[in-house]
């Protein structure tokens, strides 16, 4: 797996919805992205872990 992905590449790994990625991005600053140039990359490893600690917490994402 890429260490860095799209929105939408990651929404399909992830079996997130895109829109709602876009939200979370927008609207979660805990969310591991970075910009390069104008796109909106996500960290694949973070991403996972991101994803593992709201799911151990039992958080609405």
Do not use: C, H
Not at 16 to 30: A, H
Not at 32 to 44: A, F, L, M
């Amino acid at each position: 797996m890429k260490l860095l992905m799209s929105v939408r590449e990651a929404a399909e790994a992830f079996g997130i919805g895109r829109d709602k990625l876009y939200q979370m991005v927008n609207n979660d600053p805990t969310l591991p992205t970075i910009k390069v140039g104008d796109r909106i990359k996500i960290n694949t490893d973070l991403f996972r872990e991101w994803l593992n600690e709201k799911t151990k917490n039992k958080e609405a994402i």
